[in-house]
């Protein structure tokens, strides 16, 4: 039975397929058309989809959308007559939209999908659509380990829900409650992105990133005027505050008011307000996140908890659940977001629909998050010397030999093997890696690799062995999805002069034995690196630390400020000779930037719209 999953139209479209409950592919659109968070139909991953599983259009037996189109034009309607006669010019600015695309979007898959693959089959009668916050929830506990658990999803908005509760037990899942829009944790998280001056469904992270530089000192206006948390997690927005039902914009003049002041301009100087107000609402987020759970755990007695959605990409938040012991264990859909949705759309299917039970498993289904393609060494030689670059040819040994000798003198090197990784994060298969040990590496990648805000931290990939030797941190976290202390050990004391600077003024300063990875609360974003799952990346770290004695290095995404993570041997090429990674590892062919020819070199300052 192949299952075919995809989400699309709002943001970070993605394909999966399933083949008898089991994982065989995943990928976002925007790694092949090379825009970020394409949310175009993803023709391109589903074609990578199949390929990946040997098969022919006509083997899907079931297409899955992620989430129901009517139920959704349904809550859009609701909402602008609720709201009338505010909101007239968005409303007017969208209904043609819907009306001529999104309100009809079952023909318009169906018609999609026989432009892409095959005019003969009749697309509408294999096509299925499940619910958004379902799609979220079934990503999350199919993929896990844990025969039980209960599931928490969070995110801006799906049809109507914004926040649910699910029980899964084996092959069954069922939902227990919900919180509905307007009231969302995670469009609250988005207007505060919006009004420092972020993208919203884009710059969340940063906002995440920027908190540790900034004082809480923004939470009681924000629990005094913008959401009452009851005892339980569950919460009411006061939108008064905000502009998202009905307006072009996530805030408005109340919310300038209450914060004195207006929303800072995308790309304008970052003030201490703008640090104050990003840990002030992640203060608030973690406040709701460990008040649910703990809810859960009373109500439901369940000793596992999945996350997905959105709003499990905050890592900061996953740590600090982690750490409060609240439940036993918990795993978080490396996909949370809306791609995910793809894999979970297909997995809702298969369990739910059409009843297939479930295969068990002590450990999670997701194989590292590695689904995406990858290229054989023959095809790495060829496509390289198409281009006209330059490399050699190594033992997979040397290659290592050579790429540890690289990261101690210092140099960044761009880390391009195997399978592509699924969801937003790299964990080793298309990544920029460089020393963690070094006190100026933070800085170099910003500006000069990354060409990115100066304030973002930098994730350490650290051996699953030596983890808890480094971190403050004893579990399993593949994904890179929680945040956990430098060990103390590690960490260097602050003078008291350090201690009283302000904002940016504290990126500098050197706080532990590995500062390229230690955020300014002496915090960092943990993947742990397993042999099973990726053991050349594994053997790269633990040669590392034979030499150096340090199991800890960088990892950050292969791609600059505005692009979508490198797909293709090609993708990576351009990207190494655009920006300032020195050495390039693909497959076993190693690159050297002294070697390259110059003329093949582009300016990729400007290459992709900002994120």
Known sequence: MNILGLSAYYHDSAACLLRDGEIIAAAQEERFTRKKHDARFPANAIHYCLQA?????????????????????????????????????????????????????????????????????????????SEHHLS???????????????????????????????????????????????????????????????????????????APYGEPRYVGLIRDHLIDIKDDGSFHLNLEYFDYCTGLTMTN???????????????????????????SIQVVTEEVVLKL???????????????????????????????????????????????????????????????????????????????????????????????GARFSSLSEAALIEEVVRSLIEGK????????MEFGPRALGARSIIADARSPTVQKTLNLKVKFRE??????????????SEWFD?????????????????????????????????????QRSAVPAITHVDYSARVQTVHRDTNPKYHRLISRFKELTGCPVIVNTSFNVRGEPVVCTPEDAFRCFMGTGIEVLA??????????????????????????
């Not at 693909?586 to 994120?611: H, M, V, W």
């Open 53 to 129: 599983g040997r098969i022919d259009a006509t083997e899907i037996h079931h297409i899955v959308f992620y989430d129901k189109p009517f139920v959704k034009f349904e809550r859009l309607l609701e909402t602008y007559l609720a709201f009338a006669p505010r909101g007239f010019v968005s409303f007017s600015k969208s209904m043609p939209v819907w009306l001529k695309d999104k309100l009809f979007q079952k023909a318009t898959i169906a018609s999609e999908l026989k432009a892409a693959l095959c005019q003969e089959v009749d697309w509408s009668a294999r096509l299925l659509f």
């Open 136 to 210: 979220h929830a079934a990503s999350a506990f199919y993929a896990s380990p844990f025969e039980d658990a209960a599931v928490l999803t969070m995110d801006g908005v799906g049809e109507w829900t914004t926040t649910s509760v699910a029980i899964g037990t084996g092959s069954d899942l069922s939902l227990l409650k919900e919180i509905h829009f307007p009231h969302s944790l995670g469009l609250l998280y988005s207007a505060f992105t919006y009004y420092t001056g972020f993208k919203v469904n884009s710059g969340e992270y940063k906002l995440m990133g920027l």
């Open 253 to 279: 003049g109340s919310f300038d008011a209450l914060f004195k002041g207006q929303a800072r301009r995308p790309e304008g100087r970052l003030t201490q307000r703008e640090m104050d107000l990003a840990a």
């Open 293 to 387: 759970a703990k809810s859960i755990r009373d109500t439901t007695g369940q000793s596992n908890l999945c996350l997905a959605g959105g709003v499990a990409l905050n890592c900061v938040a996953n740590g600090k659940l982690l750490r409060s012991r609240i439940f036993d264990q918990i795993w978080i859909q490396p996909a949370a977001g809306d791609a995910g949705g793809a894999l979970g759309a297909a997995l809702s299917a298969h369990h739910l629909m059409l009843k297939k039970r479930r295969k068990p498993s002590n450990k999670d289904h997701m194989q590292g998050a590695y689904l995406g393609p990858e290229f054989s060494q023959q095809e790495i030689e060829a496509r390289l010397s198409r281009i």
């Open 412 to 419: 960044a090197v761009g880390w391009h093997q195997g399978r």
């Open 454 to 467: 100066s304030f973002r931290p930098f994730a350490p990939s650290v051996l699953r062995e030596d983890v």
């Open 473 to 509: 941190l004893d579990s399993d976290s593949p994904y890179m999805l929680l945040v956990a202390n430098v060990r103390a050990d590690k960490q260097m004391a602050m003078t008291l002069e350090q201690r009283q600077m302000f904002g940016i003024d504290k990126l500098n300063v």
């Open 586 to 611: 693909i497959g076993d062919c190693f690159l050297s930037k002294q070697r390259q020819d110059p003329t093949l070199a582009t300016d990729y300052t400007n290459a992709y719209e900002l994120d």
